[in-house]
């Protein structure tokens, strides 16, 4: 698609901003991988659920109990779409990079019934004769920082604004925003100082320093992990390892007093789910199966790591002056069988998981904590990850920047701090994944849109609407196509998404539906083709 | 051999080094890889050779041109000791690190009659029957920031105490400090705020983007250089690469006006001898084979390297404040085919090539430029790569540190700047490899020390040493032993090491042998170990 930046802006260099140096803290954003809404003791919903009795999190317990802790907080359904937003303070929809980037450029990591497109993956990628839908032209190359490069959205990054009114910025782990051979792929082309292990990868190729993290011979590919030679044939394990590194990346921004944001990103707790010995046998004991046991031990080394950073800023006397942001990149993986236990129920009371657009594979954990200034309890106003691009330069003290993209997001600062104005409760939050997930079909994961304004939720399924509106295949559903394609759901009433209401309220559903097919329109979504036709998918609002 | 730190300073934390802060310059250390003494259009000897003749190094020149150019400035035979004595100070002989680090720890890269004994090279590593000498007890794991690390030398690096005095520090390129799963492997270990590409490589294992540097399922291996994931699948070289995240990675102590320590090792030009394409057609074109034609378009890449980064330094406005130190770790390789050419003829008029203490092998490129203070044009004290240590601290002020290493080099900036003593002319440099290169016997590298006084060379041949001394296998030989093992040159007469002298100046032979031998003693040098006795061989004096 290689979208341009919008006219008026596409001349400008970013601006110098200016930022109150008296006022600079230090900021860590703390990002965990594929971890679920119920997946810790913390309680973010209105009550504590069956699966957060599993896992054993005092550190994450210990930063709640002074944090914001946001029960309505929203990613995107997998990884980069979120990383990006994240990263450029876009709706991924708006920048077109709604699917996770493959390692190797120019190629999409997209499914259909044939497979996966990816030479590294088995199957053409060609659509079988049952597909309605076939893959979108997205942004498959993840973001850029500088314009030009197919496949991508260009975007002033965060980092470089923090970088540029003095922070020491390092980066740890899982970057993930781009594909190998594009400036995007490099942390130090963001802004970042440091970067330790941020590559192409999506997920570690092995957890274990004894497999040197996948850099040997028989287990190498593009994932095997960089930067941590000083572990091959160790038993450290990968999160230990980032967070060791991490705290070494502290040490001159600490020494010299310059303000820092550490982007503490742990591959953890990605798939592939191997056990993290240090934590995993008392869960074996408790009677969990291995896969269980294995992730909650990946769980439990994620709380480590963040008690140990924690440790770290308190032990350097700092901690009275270093914001700290819990967060994850999209909703638990229910669709693993690694990780043991029954599919699709690891997140209730959520409906599905990572990859969805139902509440499962996008509401996801979000603690903020602002030394001296922290409302602390449950914040119930939703927010969402392109959110954290404008809250983070608030927080930084950073005013002023100009950026060569149209921001979505706005700072939620005011609703840890109660002061100033945070966004509305009602402002729509908009959801897309216009992709099929795996070669085989996962109705509630697969080709999905979806809209949150207020206590509602909209869903939209694109290949029932292009089904619908096919009239050559599906002559007589013309009538109800909005039926079939539209769901409606009251979240405050039925979190797990069970009850669809489109029925019962039909001018809330076509509200809702207005409003995601007029983002969706603007930002020129990526919409997957109809095979049928070789057209894009219809809106909802086209039904 | 895990050598113990001096006692009384064992106990002792480095302490904190004082540094005039209003004199702080900036350092750009441009360390190359097997880059020999005539390998350039730069005349570091009495005279320009024929083998200066075909390369084309116009920024070395422009270098040369404001530098001190030293004449007779030394290295270790191979890379791992060279770059270990520039981090301690210390002699190779008296680290105990005398051979290349392997990628594996506790792993020696030693070679005998019967291959190496790498598990990832050929053979068993056995002595066979017509090795006279075994592989020696060394410190095959490298230097260590920590005690306590098996077959390592525990020392504190120059870089810490360059980031203890408030330098930024940065690492592009070829460590090769120390094996993997140690350590001392990290360069953040050793006092870098920064690291791009360093591991335990000794060499890359691919040159081209093209082929990701190496890291492709079917090239992977140890050597697969890390952190260039923005240019695989791309024709940027190697050298290119490193260069841009070298200039990157200025950019914050530059705005930040923090000074800065850049340490910018080349892989080039080790083998794999593969052509930098930007420059080899002209050599092509010039009738030179393709080994030689390769060989000089990585040296003009080198070249190319170094102009870029002294045009950054001019366009930010600092070339007035950064001092500038160019050097090669050890001698241009004479031993390798994919060079062209004929072989033990590349570095003349100096005898032999990189791995042996004839001078192809250990004297070196070396210009220093210190804005404002240089004394321009070529100097011919003799100096040696563990000078680099505290000749470094003196350029950044920084005095009164303490390590818990006894140093062995000397401050040459009073060479630079004509202010202050330099070293004594006349001091002893130790040259040390009690190590067999290869698999075939290669008599001019394997198994020799030296000692260099003035413009006296004593090379001692430790196998023909142990052949002599060992009464059993050569009752005969007895008395002629030290006349069989050790030659005397007269380097100012003599520079190609073409007319032993020995038996012409006995008494001159025996000081510096006495003085070798002295020095290797109290170093508790490794020494091989005669295969036919077990003991290890004799030092010279013991003859």
Redesign the interface.
């Given at each position: 698609m290689n979208k341009k930046p919008l006219a008026g802006l596409a001349a400008l260099l970013p601006l110098a901003a200016c930022s109150d140096k008296a006022q600079q803290p230090n900021i860590v954003f703390f990002l965990v991988d594929d971890f679920g809404w119920v997946d810790s003791s913390v309680q973010y919903g209105e009550e504590l659920y069956p699966n957060n009795l599993r896992f054993n999190t005092p550190n994450m317990q210990r930063l709640s109990e002074r944090s914001t802790v946001f029960g309505n907080a929203y990613a995107c359904a997998v990884s980069t779409p979120t990383r990006t937003s994240i990263m450029t303070g876009m709706n991924a929809a708006h920048t077109g990079i709604t699917n996770w980037t493959s390692a190797?450029?120019d190629t999409p990591s997209d499914a259909t019934g044939g497979g996966f497109w990816m030479a590294e993956h088995s199957g053409s990628g060609d659509a079988l004769a049952g597909d309605v839908l076939s893959r979108p032209d997205w942004n498959m190359n993840g973001i850029s920082p500088v314009p030009g490069v197919p496949y991508t959205q260009y975007a002033n990054s965060l980092v470089q604004f923090l970088?540029?009114a003095?922070y020491?910025t390092i980066h740890v782990g899982k970057a993930h925003w781009a594909s190998?051979?594009?400036?995007g792929?490099?942390p130090?082309?963001h802004g970042f100082?440091?970067?330790i292990a941020g590559?192409?990868a999506g997920m570690p190729r092995d957890y274990s320093g004894m497999q040197?993290y996948g850099?040997t011979?028989e287990r190498?590919?593009?994932f095997a992990v960089?930067?941590l030679?000083?572990?091959?044939?160790?038993e450290t394990h990968l999160t230990e390892a980032l967070t060791q590194?991490a705290l070494?990346?502290l040490?001159?921004p600490v020494?010299?007093k310059?303000p820092f944001y550490l982007y503490l990103a742990s591959y953890a707790t990605h798939t592939p789910i191997q056990p993290d010995e240090r934590f995993a046998q008392k869960y074996r004991d408790a009677g969990m199966d291995e896969g269980q046991a294995a992730y909650a031990s990946l769980v439990e080394g994620v709380d480590c790591s963040l008690g140990q950073v924690l440790d770290y800023l308190e032990e350097k006397g700092i901690a009275d002056n270093t914001i700290v942001i819990f967060m994850t990149d999209n909703g638990g993986n229910s669709e693993n069988k690694q990780k043991g236990g029954v599919l699709h129920t690891q997140n209730l009371p959520l409906r599905e998981g990572k990859g969805s657009c139902y509440e499962g594979g996008i509401r996801v954990p979000l603690m903020i904590y602002v030394p001296g200034k922290t409302k602390v309890g449950r914040c119930d106003i939703p927010v969402i990850c392109e959110d954290m691009f404008p809250t983070i330069l608030d927080m930084a003290g950073v005013r002023g920047y100009e950026t060569v993209q149209e921001l979505d997001g706005q700072s939620i600062l005011p609703l840890v701090t109660g002061r100033g104005e945070g966004p509305d409760p009602e402002r729509p939050l908009v959801f897309h994944y216009p992709h099929k997930w795996k070669p085989y079909d996962l109705e509630d994961i697969d080709f999905l849109s979806a809209v949150r304004i207020g206590d509602w939720k909209l869903v939209y399924r694109i290949s029932e609407g292009a089904r619908s509106a096919n009239d050559r295949l599906y002559p007589d559903s013309r009538n109800t196509a909005r039926a079939a394609a539209v769901e409606l759901y009251n979240l405050k009433e039925d979190i797990g998404e069970t009850r669809n209401v489109a029925a019962d309220y039909p001018e809330t559903a076509a509200r809702l539906a207005d409003t995601l097919s007029a983002r969706l329109r603007r930002w020129n979504a990526p919409m997957p083709v109809v095979v049928a036709t070789g057209k894009t998918a219809p809106l909802p609002d086209e039904l």
């Open positions: 190797v450029r970088k540029d003095g020491f190998a051979g594009t400036p792929v490099n130090y082309n100082c440091v970067n590559t192409m040197n850099n011979k190498w590919n593009d960089q930067n030679v000083e572990y091959y044939g160790t590194e070494k990346a040490d001159y020494k010299h310059q």
